[in-house]
Protein backbone atom coordinates (compact mmCIF):
# COMPACT_ATOMS: atom_id res chain seq x y z
CA UNK A 1 0.00 0.00 0.00
CA UNK A 2 2.84 2.87 0.92
CA UNK A 3 4.27 1.90 -2.80
CA UNK A 4 1.50 3.23 -4.33
CA UNK A 5 0.85 5.91 -1.85
CA UNK A 6 4.92 6.74 -2.66
CA UNK A 7 2.89 7.79 -5.66
CA UNK A 8 0.19 9.52 -5.28
CA UNK A 9 -2.40 10.27 -2.43
CA UNK A 10 -5.86 8.40 -2.74
CA UNK A 11 -7.46 11.48 -4.61
CA UNK A 12 -4.55 11.27 -6.75
CA UNK A 13 -5.19 7.41 -7.96
CA UNK A 14 -8.81 8.81 -7.83
CA UNK A 15 -8.07 11.30 -10.22
CA UNK A 16 -5.31 9.26 -12.50
CA UNK A 17 -7.94 6.14 -13.20
CA UNK A 18 -10.41 9.56 -14.50
CA UNK A 19 -8.25 10.61 -16.54
CA UNK A 20 -7.30 6.99 -18.22
CA UNK A 21 -11.06 6.06 -18.41
CA UNK A 22 -11.34 9.73 -20.68
CA UNK A 23 -8.22 8.92 -22.61
CA UNK A 24 -9.54 5.17 -23.46
CA UNK A 25 -12.87 6.92 -24.21
CA UNK A 26 -11.51 8.94 -26.99
CA UNK A 27 -9.31 6.48 -28.39
CA UNK A 28 -11.91 4.06 -28.40
CA UNK A 29 -14.40 6.85 -30.53
CA UNK A 30 -11.58 8.02 -33.38
CA UNK A 31 -8.75 5.79 -32.83
CA UNK A 32 -5.93 7.72 -31.18
CA UNK A 33 -4.99 10.92 -28.92
CA UNK A 34 -4.60 8.78 -25.77
CA UNK A 35 -1.17 9.58 -25.27
CA UNK A 36 -2.50 13.27 -25.47
CA UNK A 37 -4.89 13.05 -23.17
CA UNK A 38 -3.18 10.73 -20.66
CA UNK A 39 0.21 13.48 -20.64
CA UNK A 40 -1.86 16.43 -20.49
CA UNK A 41 -4.16 15.08 -17.68
CA UNK A 42 -1.77 13.17 -15.54
CA UNK A 43 1.22 15.86 -15.89
CA UNK A 44 -1.36 17.88 -13.86
CA UNK A 45 -0.81 16.31 -10.65
CA UNK A 46 2.50 14.31 -11.45
CA UNK A 47 5.92 15.16 -12.65
CA UNK A 48 6.22 14.73 -16.74
CA UNK A 49 8.67 11.86 -16.54
CA UNK A 50 6.03 9.74 -14.13
CA UNK A 51 3.01 10.74 -15.74
CA UNK A 52 5.01 9.44 -19.24
CA UNK A 53 5.47 6.16 -16.82
CA UNK A 54 1.93 5.93 -16.43
CA UNK A 55 0.58 5.96 -20.10
CA UNK A 56 3.30 3.15 -21.30
CA UNK A 57 1.66 0.41 -20.70
CA UNK A 58 -1.95 1.29 -21.03
CA UNK A 59 -1.09 2.59 -24.77
CA UNK A 60 0.26 -0.65 -25.54
CA UNK A 61 -2.89 -2.67 -24.34
CA UNK A 62 -5.39 -0.79 -26.04
CA UNK A 63 -3.63 -0.63 -28.89
CA UNK A 64 -3.39 -4.17 -29.47
CA UNK A 65 -7.39 -4.70 -28.72
CA UNK A 66 -7.76 -2.19 -31.64
CA UNK A 67 -5.79 -4.04 -33.63
CA UNK A 68 -6.69 -7.42 -33.24
CA UNK A 69 -10.38 -6.39 -32.54
CA UNK A 70 -11.28 -8.24 -36.10
CA UNK A 71 -8.61 -10.96 -35.56
CA UNK A 72 -4.92 -11.52 -36.61
CA UNK A 73 -6.54 -12.29 -40.33
CA UNK A 74 -7.61 -8.54 -40.88
CA UNK A 75 -4.51 -6.49 -38.86
CA UNK A 76 -2.24 -8.26 -41.66
CA UNK A 77 -4.19 -7.68 -44.40
CA UNK A 78 -4.65 -3.89 -43.35
CA UNK A 79 -0.93 -3.88 -43.05
CA UNK A 80 -0.24 -5.23 -46.61
CA UNK A 81 -2.81 -2.67 -48.24
CA UNK A 82 -0.98 0.25 -46.38
CA UNK A 83 2.66 -1.52 -46.87
CA UNK A 84 3.70 1.52 -48.06
CA UNK A 85 2.94 4.36 -45.79
CA UNK A 86 4.33 2.08 -43.25
CA UNK A 87 7.72 1.02 -44.82
CA UNK A 88 8.10 5.30 -45.92
CA UNK A 89 7.27 6.24 -42.33
CA UNK A 90 9.46 3.40 -41.31
CA UNK A 91 12.35 5.00 -43.11
CA UNK A 92 12.03 8.11 -42.89
CA UNK A 93 11.43 7.94 -38.69
CA UNK A 94 14.50 6.40 -38.46
CA UNK A 95 16.79 9.06 -40.52
CA UNK A 96 14.66 11.76 -38.94
CA UNK A 97 15.47 10.70 -35.33
CA UNK A 98 19.57 11.30 -35.93
CA UNK A 99 18.32 15.01 -36.09
CA UNK A 100 16.45 15.47 -32.77
CA UNK A 101 19.32 16.83 -30.88
CA UNK A 102 20.09 19.88 -33.98
CA UNK A 103 16.43 20.65 -33.68
CA UNK A 104 14.09 22.80 -31.15
CA UNK A 105 11.19 20.70 -30.26
CA UNK A 106 9.28 24.30 -30.91
CA UNK A 107 9.79 24.60 -34.59
CA UNK A 108 8.26 20.93 -35.36
CA UNK A 109 5.13 21.50 -33.17
CA UNK A 110 4.98 24.98 -35.00
CA UNK A 111 5.20 22.87 -38.34
CA UNK A 112 3.01 20.48 -37.91
CA UNK A 113 -0.01 21.98 -35.68
CA UNK A 114 -0.47 24.13 -38.12
CA UNK A 115 -0.51 21.80 -41.18
CA UNK A 116 -2.84 19.44 -39.26
CA UNK A 117 -4.85 22.24 -38.08
CA UNK A 118 -5.41 23.73 -41.93
CA UNK A 119 -6.03 20.23 -42.79
CA UNK A 120 -8.86 19.18 -40.70
CA UNK A 121 -10.68 22.67 -41.19
CA UNK A 122 -10.20 22.66 -44.88
CA UNK A 123 -11.97 19.40 -44.77
CA UNK A 124 -14.46 19.68 -42.43
CA UNK A 125 -15.70 22.54 -45.42
CA UNK A 126 -15.09 19.78 -48.15
CA UNK A 127 -11.65 20.78 -49.66
CA UNK A 128 -9.97 18.25 -48.01
CA UNK A 129 -7.01 16.11 -49.79
CA UNK A 130 -8.15 13.43 -51.06
CA UNK A 131 -6.48 10.41 -52.28
CA UNK A 132 -7.22 7.34 -54.40
CA UNK A 133 -8.85 4.50 -52.24
CA UNK A 134 -7.16 1.90 -53.82
CA UNK A 135 -4.07 3.34 -55.44
CA UNK A 136 -2.39 6.82 -54.82
CA UNK A 137 1.20 5.44 -53.92
CA UNK A 138 3.02 7.94 -54.46
CA UNK A 139 0.44 10.19 -52.22
CA UNK A 140 0.31 7.67 -49.38
CA UNK A 141 4.24 7.35 -49.66
CA UNK A 142 4.40 11.32 -48.94
CA UNK A 143 1.91 11.11 -46.03
CA UNK A 144 3.98 8.27 -44.60
CA UNK A 145 7.59 10.33 -45.05
CA UNK A 146 5.85 12.96 -43.42
CA UNK A 147 4.23 10.87 -40.48
CA UNK A 148 7.61 9.48 -40.16
CA UNK A 149 9.59 12.73 -39.91
CA UNK A 150 7.23 14.01 -37.24
CA UNK A 151 7.30 10.69 -35.52
CA UNK A 152 11.25 10.38 -35.28
CA UNK A 153 11.70 14.02 -34.25
CA UNK A 154 9.21 14.66 -31.97
CA UNK A 155 7.30 11.32 -31.33
CA UNK A 156 4.10 12.55 -32.66
CA UNK A 157 2.94 10.22 -35.90
CA UNK A 158 -0.55 10.07 -35.19
CA UNK A 159 -2.25 13.25 -36.92
CA UNK A 160 -0.19 12.65 -40.40
CA UNK A 161 -1.46 9.00 -40.05
CA UNK A 162 -5.22 10.07 -39.69
CA UNK A 163 -5.30 12.41 -42.14
CA UNK A 164 -3.91 9.81 -44.48
CA UNK A 165 -6.58 7.39 -43.24
CA UNK A 166 -9.44 9.83 -43.55
CA UNK A 167 -8.36 11.47 -47.18
CA UNK A 168 -8.19 7.72 -48.68
CA UNK A 169 -11.76 7.24 -47.65
CA UNK A 170 -11.11 4.49 -45.47
CA UNK A 171 -13.96 2.19 -43.88
CA UNK A 172 -13.79 3.31 -40.20
CA UNK A 173 -13.59 -0.28 -38.69
CA UNK A 174 -10.03 -0.69 -41.02
CA UNK A 175 -9.23 2.70 -39.86
CA UNK A 176 -9.35 2.25 -36.42
CA UNK A 177 -7.58 -0.93 -37.49
CA UNK A 178 -4.59 0.32 -39.08
CA UNK A 179 -4.16 3.02 -36.31
CA UNK A 180 -3.87 -0.17 -33.71
CA UNK A 181 -1.06 -1.78 -35.98
CA UNK A 182 0.46 1.76 -36.50
CA UNK A 183 0.00 3.28 -32.52
CA UNK A 184 0.98 -0.14 -31.27
CA UNK A 185 3.95 -1.04 -32.93
CA UNK A 186 5.34 2.72 -31.74
CA UNK A 187 3.74 1.77 -28.38
CA UNK A 188 6.26 -1.46 -28.55
CA UNK A 189 9.00 1.25 -29.44
CA UNK A 190 8.59 3.11 -26.97
CA UNK A 191 8.30 0.56 -23.93
CA UNK A 192 11.65 -0.89 -25.69
CA UNK A 193 13.07 2.65 -25.17
CA UNK A 194 12.04 3.54 -21.75
CA UNK A 195 12.95 0.79 -20.01
CA UNK A 196 16.46 1.45 -21.17
CA UNK A 197 16.17 4.90 -20.46
CA UNK A 198 15.03 4.37 -16.67
CA UNK A 199 11.89 6.16 -17.05
CA UNK A 200 9.99 2.88 -16.74
CA UNK A 201 11.38 1.72 -13.46
CA UNK A 202 10.56 -0.39 -10.32
CA UNK A 203 9.01 2.78 -8.61
CA UNK A 204 6.89 3.97 -11.88
CA UNK A 205 5.81 0.61 -12.66
CA UNK A 206 3.02 0.31 -10.19
CA UNK A 207 1.33 3.32 -12.00
CA UNK A 208 1.50 1.98 -15.64
CA UNK A 209 0.07 -1.26 -14.29
CA UNK A 210 -2.69 0.39 -12.76
CA UNK A 211 -4.14 2.28 -15.10
CA UNK A 212 -4.29 -0.33 -17.91
CA UNK A 213 -7.98 -1.66 -16.47
CA UNK A 214 -9.67 2.05 -16.68
CA UNK A 215 -7.88 2.42 -19.93
CA UNK A 216 -9.48 -0.58 -20.95
CA UNK A 217 -12.97 -0.01 -19.40
CA UNK A 218 -12.24 3.61 -21.11
CA UNK A 219 -11.72 2.11 -24.60
CA UNK A 220 -14.41 -0.81 -24.64
CA UNK A 221 -17.03 1.85 -23.91
CA UNK A 222 -15.93 3.88 -26.82
CA UNK A 223 -15.94 1.33 -28.60
CA UNK A 224 -19.35 0.71 -28.05
CA UNK A 225 -20.27 4.41 -28.91
CA UNK A 226 -18.09 4.10 -31.83
CA UNK A 227 -19.78 1.14 -33.67
CA UNK A 228 -23.39 2.80 -33.14
CA UNK A 229 -21.53 5.70 -36.01
CA UNK A 230 -22.67 5.74 -38.95
CA UNK A 231 -19.26 6.54 -41.36
CA UNK A 232 -20.20 10.44 -42.22
CA UNK A 233 -20.77 11.28 -38.21
CA UNK A 234 -17.24 8.68 -37.48
CA UNK A 235 -15.49 10.85 -40.10
CA UNK A 236 -16.84 14.33 -38.58
CA UNK A 237 -16.13 13.38 -35.16
CA UNK A 238 -12.42 12.53 -36.03
CA UNK A 239 -11.85 15.96 -38.12
CA UNK A 240 -12.61 17.54 -34.51
CA UNK A 241 -10.69 15.80 -32.27
CA UNK A 242 -7.97 16.00 -35.36
CA UNK A 243 -8.41 19.69 -35.41
CA UNK A 244 -8.32 19.95 -31.04
CA UNK A 245 -4.72 17.91 -31.72
CA UNK A 246 -3.65 20.84 -34.38
CA UNK A 247 -4.75 23.67 -31.99
CA UNK A 248 -2.69 21.39 -29.06
CA UNK A 249 0.71 21.02 -30.98
CA UNK A 250 0.11 24.56 -31.64
CA UNK A 251 -0.08 25.49 -28.01
CA UNK A 252 2.69 23.82 -26.88
CA UNK A 253 5.01 25.16 -29.70
CA UNK A 254 4.08 28.39 -28.39
CA UNK A 255 4.66 27.44 -25.07
CA UNK A 256 8.14 26.66 -25.74
CA UNK A 257 9.08 29.69 -27.81
Known amino acids: MDMFLDIAPV????????????????????????????????????PPDLALAGLILPTLATNLWQALRQ???????SVRRFRVFLLAGGAVM????????????WGMYLFIGPLITAYALSTLMGRGLRLSSEG???????????AGLFGGISGIWGPPTVAMLI???????????????IYGLGAVLLLVSHIGSGVLRAETLPLSLALVPPALLGIGLGFWLQDRLDQETFRKVTLWVLLLAGLNLVRRGVIML
Open 11 to 46: WGWVFAFGVAVCAGLVKGVVGFAMPTVLIAGLSTTM
Open 71 to 77: GVGAALA
Open 94 to 105: VVAAQAVPLLPP
Open 136 to 146: GARGEAGMGAL
Open 167 to 181: ARGTEKREQMRVQGV
